[in-house]
């Protein structure tokens, strides 16, 4: 099946700076890419759909300069924490496709603690 | 997007078939139905997705009722590692992929030993 990886799994980080979170698509071509975030005993909650080569679409509330996304290759998505607070912490989890899409294959997540 | 209702939690015994309801009522023609299941402090992972007819794969299989206003996720024989959040998920095919996907609150299923 498809593989998709996050590195890193963890990171604990100060308030105030940036982290960045890598996903790959290890044996297919991603043409989209999604990122969610998951926060303790809650369902997981779209964050932002990318596509390579082009901006990234972000939901409502989330902030665009804050989660930054570059999607530069059909394998490979990052999102930058820039100035993380502790109110960041999460597990970040990204997913890919290809196609139509009909399927989405998810990374093993990053969990995020900000002191 | 079309809502979807699943029971929070269900249990069965490690060994048995189980039986994962899940209502949407509103669905609409293009709407696939979608299982993910997440284990535990990892990422989701895809079960299985079907439109009409019934399907069937080496994880599961998926029973769609006649008028599509419900399915059941059928895990022939639970094993202790099936213990996770089952997601029950409408995706609109017309989409074509580009929209990300609508997480409800899941079912907890617990497997005893």
Redesign the interface.
């Known amino acids: 099946g498809a593989v998709v990886s996050q590195h890193p799994s963890r990171v604990i980080c100060k308030s105030g700076t940036s982290v960045k979170i890598e996903c790959r698509s290890l044996d297919f071509q991603a043409t989209t890419m999604f990122w969610y975030r998951q926060f303790p005993k809650q369902s997981l909650m779209l964050m932002a759909t990318s596509n390579e080569g082009s901006k990234a679409t972000y939901e409502q509330g989330v902030e665009k300069d804050k989660f930054l996304i570059n999607h530069a290759s059909l394998t490979l998505s990052t999102l930058t924490v820039t100035s993380a607070h502790p109110e960041d912490s999460s597990f970040y989890i990204c997913s890919a496709s290809w196609d139509r899409g009909d399927v989405q294959y998810f990374g093993p997540g990053t969990r995020l603690l900000v002191l | 997007d079309a809502k979807t209702t699943q029971p929070n939690s269900m249990e069965s015994n490690e060994e048995e078939p189980v039986h994962l309801p899940c209502n949407h009522s509103t669905i609409s023609g293009t709407d ?1 139905i ?1 299982w ?1 299941r ?1 284990l535990p ?6 079960v299985i ?1 079907g439109l009409t007819s019934n399907v069937n794969n080496r994880m599961a299989s998926l029973a769609i009722a006649e008028d599509r206003k419900s399915s059941t996720l059928i895990l022939h024989r639970a094993t202790l590692r099936d213990a996770a959040v089952y ?1 029950c998920i409408l ?1 609109d ?1 017309t989409g ?11 079912t907890h299923l617990i497997i005893q030993p």
């Not at chain 2, 074509?96 to 899941?106: C, I, M, R, S, Y």
């Open positions: 696939y979608h993910y997440q402090s990892q990422g989701p992972e895809y997705h997601y995706r095919v074509g992929g580009a929209d990300g996907l609508t997480f409800g609150k899941g």
